[in-house]
Structure formats: C-alpha cells, structure tokens
Nanobody
Framework: QVQLVESGGGSVQAGGSLRLSCAAS????????MAWFRQAPGKEREGVAA????????YYDDSVAGRFTISQDNAKKTLYLQMNSLKPEDTAMYFC?????????????????????WGQGTQVTVST
C-alpha cells in the first residue's frame, strides 16, 4: 500500500519561495505518475504539476509554468515541488498524489480521478 506524506508548507510573502516534499513509500522497481494538486477554500482541487518516475516526463499547469519545478529523488523516494515567485493566488492546501502506470508518461495528469493514492496535504499561504 503506497503512502504519501507531505511537508514543507508554510507562510511566505509574495515573491518568496517554498519547497514542498512528499515522502512516498513506493516500490522502486515500479513506475508511478506522481503529482501535486492544490485546493483553495471554496474552489475545486486542481492539478499543478506531474512527473513520471521512470522517464522523468513532466507536466505543468499554465498557472505555475516557469515558476514551479517538480522533481524527484529516487534514492530518498521523495517528490519535490520548488515554488518560486509565489503569488497570493497560490495560497491553497497542496496535496501529493500517485498512481502506478505502465508507461513513461502520465495520462490526464491534471485529473484527480487519474490518481489512486493521496497524501493529507500541507498548507501554503502567500501574503501581499
């Protein structure tokens, strides 16, 4: 059973940076699509970025492209989200998600239903 634990959230001023981590109990001989989602109060959960653990294929939502970077440390079984040039509209609960896949891509990476395992989330608050 895959388990995901997020950390690294916090409060930062606009223009600042944070790095989120997702510790994953995954099988190193399997391929996963892993992603970061976020959910602001009163809004639907949206996909921010995704990564295929075998090929390194990546996806970014237009709202974060150029500011956020998704990466992985296979040895530590950890997924990261480096967030730079943060904006108040980035304020949300951020969730890590994962699903085993059989290819080097992630299909529908921005869709919640594409993922089978979720973490509990870590809060990010960006103030003006």
């Amino acid at each position: 059973q895959v388990q995901l634990v997020e950390s690294g959230g916090g409060s930062v001023q606009a223009g600042g940076s944070l790095r989120l981590s997702c510790a994953a109990s995954i099988y190193t001989d399997s391929t996963y699509c892993m992603a970061w989602f976020r959910q602001a109060p009163g809004k639907e959960r949206e996909g921010v970025a995704a990564l295929n653990t075998y090929s390194g294929w990546k996806y970014y939502d237009d709202s974060v492209a150029g500011r956020f970077t998704i990466s992985q440390d296979n040895a530590k079984k950890t997924l990261y989200l480096q967030m730079n040039s943060l904006k108040p509209e980035d304020t949300a609960m951020y969730f890590c998600a994962a699903v085993p896949v059989g290819t080097g891509r992630c299909y529908n990476p921005h869709t919640q239903s594409a993922y089978s395992t979720w973490g509990q989330g870590t809060q990010v608050t960006v103030s003006t």
